[in-house]
Every structure is written in structure tokens, then in C-alpha cells.
């Protein structure tokens, strides 16, 4: 079992954090078994244990000498700069087990995506386990080769741990699955269709349209009353 090794040293509590950290110090606490104390590190020594480490690889604490076998269990980052502004150290007793999350990596390509356009969808990229320091691994690897088709998975039961490494998820616990790739959302336009009244009253002398039914009798109306008015005027003149 390999350790990440890094250095600190004991901070006094009185110490200004701000003051630290425009020192390139990053400000800390190591807690649990037999262990309890304030403490600083470089910055940059700091960043590259976490990147090599994680929260899944045991880190080698050395503080004026002392060795501490510890986790990182939770780092503080500056919402602008991202840097590290504080980290909280979990000292771990080897001879006891532990519950600590492990990363869960897939490997290979499948051919369901390859072949078929399939989506990969990663449901959980993370797995619980328990066992003892020594035992715990940095990563899970699996494979996701077989996935040829539609809606196929990788469970928790599909994975293959280390001896002496219990995964504490469901067995059933779906980590990936291959899904269908969406299909483009077709809007279709079509075209307006006026109101058959609206269309009547376009056309002139359409059933329908103004004046279409009464506008031939109003017109022989009116010529029969003219017919009428020339008539008497005839009268009177004889």
C-alpha cells in the first residue's frame, strides 16, 4: 500500500487565516483516531497531494516528524480564485475498517454508442465501501465493452473490487446506462385556412357573403320602383 506523502506543520490557532494563506499557507485541522490539532501547509504541496490523492487514497501526514495515516475529507476552495483556503485531515486507525466514498471509472467504448449512436447517461460515478485502510482502493475500474444495445447497464453486482472490499450500494444500484439518442422535434407549419365567412365575404355574390342573397332582390326592387315613377310621370303628362 502506497501513501501520498505531504508536510505540515502545527499552526497556533491565534494565527490570522488571512495572514496565512497571502503567505502561501493553507490553514487545516487533522482529526480522529488519536489525533487532534491545528495545522498549515504549503499551498502547493497541498494541491498536488489532492489531485494525486482525492478523498479515496490514504495521505502520509507528517507534522514535525509524526506520521499520520489521514483522508481528506473535506477541502474549502475560493469561489473566485479556486484555490485551496482550508482542508479538514480524518486520521484513520488501520487496524479498524472504514467507510469512505470510491470513484468508479469506465473503461473501453461501447459498441451500443459506437455502432448505434447510443447516449451514455452516468447515473452514479461514485460507490461506498468499507474495509480496512490498507485495503482501500484509489478507483474502481469497469469495463462498459459489452453494452450493445439500447437501455443495457452497469450495475454495482457488475463490478469487481479488490479482496477485503465490500461495496455498500445495491447490488441493483444502476451506475450507467445507454440510451436512445433523441430524435430532432419536428415542428410542422401549416398553413392558415380562413373562416368560411371570412372566405364568403371575399367573393363577391358568394353564398354567404354580404348582400349575396339580398342583394339581387334590393336591386329588381329599386328598378321596379323606378319602372313605377316613370309610369305616372307618363300619366301625367297625357
Not at 461495496?167 to 430524435?183: C, S, W
Request: glycine residues 8%.
Amino acid at each position: 500500500m502506497q501513501m501520498v506523502p505531504l508536510t505540515a506543520t502545527a499552526r497556533d490557532e491565534k494565527a490570522n487565516p488571512k495572514v496565512l494563506r497571502r503567505a502561501n499557507q493553507v490553514p487545516g485541522v487533522v482529526y480522529g483516531h488519536k489525533a487532534q490539532m491545528s495545522i498549515q501547509c504549503s499551498e502547493k504541496e497541498l494541491h498536488s497531494a489532492f489531485i494525486k490523492a482525492g478523498e479515496s487514497t490514504l495521505v502520509e501526514l507528517d507534522v514535525a516528524g509524526k506520521k499520520i495515516p489521514v483522508l481528506f475529507k473535506s477541502v474549502d476552495f475560493d469561489p473566485v480564485s479556486d484555490r485551496e483556503i482550508h482542508v479538514d485531515f480524518y486520521a484513520v486507525n488501520m487496524d479498524k475498517e472504514i467507510e469512505t466514498m470510491v470513484p468508479v471509472h469506465f473503461d473501453g467504448e461501447a459498441p451500443a454508442v459506437k455502432t448505434l449512436g447510443g447516449v451514455i447517461v452516468i447515473a452514479h460515478d461514485h460507490v461506498k465501501v468499507r474495509c480496512l485502510p490498507k485495503n482501500l482502493p484509489h478507483s474502481i475500474v469497469v469495463s462498459i465493452a459489452g453494452l450493445d444495445a439500447f437501455h443495457s447497464s452497469v450495475s454495482v453486482k457488475d463490478l469487481k473490487v479488490p479482496a477485503g472490499v465490500k461495496v455498500m450500494d445495491g447490488e441493483d444500484t444502476v451506475l450507467l446506462t445507454i440510451q436512445e439518442p433523441r430524435k430532432e422535434e419536428v415542428i410542422e407549419v401549416v398553413a392558415a385556412v380562413p373562416a368560411e365567412g371570412a372566405a364568403a365575404a371575399a367573393v363577391p355574390g358568394a353564398e354567404g357573403a354580404p348582400g349575396a342573397e339580398g342583394a339581387a332582390p334590393a336591386a329588381g326592387e329599386a328598378q321596379s320602383k323606378e319602372k313605377g315613377a316613370k309610369e305616372k310621370s307618363g300619366d301625367k303628362k297625357k
